[in-house]
């Protein structure tokens, strides 16, 4: 089992910056793709920034630009560094990886629990 945990989330007012930070709890991981998600209310889940295996990375268009995904292949953490945020950001983000564990040839998706971004003068 893999566990995401997510950290950097808050309130922030519009035009500010935060970055979001997600750490595994495994070592042992083949990456396939890894980056963040979000929610906002009433809203399905959609993606915000992925990269995958290759080293290319993949934005929503609404956070080109503002947005950069990053990782530390050492540690399997990922970041989202966020910056010129609008109230339009607000939402749940969630950390997403998709790898194979323990050098097992089958690959599976694991979600964190999320993490609240506010943007609100």
């Known amino acids: 089992q893999v566990q995401l945990v997510e950290s950097g989330g808050g309130l922030v007012q519009p035009g500010g910056s935060l970055r979001l930070s997600c750490a595994t709890s495994?070592?042992?991981?083949?990456?396939?793709?890894m980056g963040w998600y979000r929610q906002a209310p009433g809203r399905a889940r959609e993606l915000v920034a992925v990269?995958?295996?290759?080293?290319?990375?993949n934005y929503a268009d609404s956070v080109k630009g503002r947005f950069i995904v990053s990782r530390d292949s050492a540690r399997n953490t990922v970041y989202l560094q966020m910056n010129s945020l609008k109230p339009e950001d607000t939402a749940v983000y969630y950390c997403?990886?998709?790898?194979?564990?323990?050098?097992?040839?089958?690959?599976?998706?694991?979600w964190g629990r999320g993490t609240q971004v506010t943007v609100s003068s």
């Open positions: 990269f995958n295996r290759n080293g290319n990375h």
């Open positions: 495994r070592s042992d991981l083949s990456v396939n793709a």
């Open positions: 997403y990886l998709d790898a194979m564990v323990g050098g097992s040839y089958d690959s599976s998706d694991y």
